[in-house]
Nanobody, 124 residues
């Protein structure tokens, strides 16, 4: 059984930083594409970032470019999302997901496995 466990979300002031982690079990992430999505109250789930397991290819939504960095740790079977210069509009539940297609994509329907989410709250 595949299990993705996100952690690292908390309340932070605007301008602050957080690092989210997503540890996988039941699946070796090598060879897969990993993504981070977020969902704010009353809004649809939104793509944030994706990375190939090699790390050679990444994709970011425009609103986080230059502030967020997605990365992987093969030894720990974990994907990270470093979030800097946080803004109140970054407040959301953040989810990591495994892409079953093998290509970078922003479409949530392509991601087969999902974590339970971790709450990020940014105060102004």
């Amino acid at each position: 059984q595949v299990y993705l466990a996100e952690s690292g979300g908390e309340l932070v002031q605007a301008g602050g930083s957080l690092r989210l982690s997503c540890a996988a079990s039941g699946l070796t992430l090598s060879g897969f594409v990993m993504g981070w999505f977020r969902q704010a109250p009353g809004k649809e789930r939104e793509f944030v970032a994706a990375i190939s397991w090699s790390g050679r290819a990444t994709d970011y939504v425009d609103s986080v470019k230059g502030r967020f960095t997605i990365s992987t740790d093969n030894a720990k079977n974990t994907v990270y999302l470093q979030m800097n210069s946080l803004k109140p509009e970054d407040t959301a539940v953040y989810y990591c997901a495994v892409n079953s297609v093998g290509a970078l994509t922003r479409m949530p329907t392509v991601y087969k496995y999902w974590g339970q989410g971790t709450q990020v709250a940014v105060s102004s």
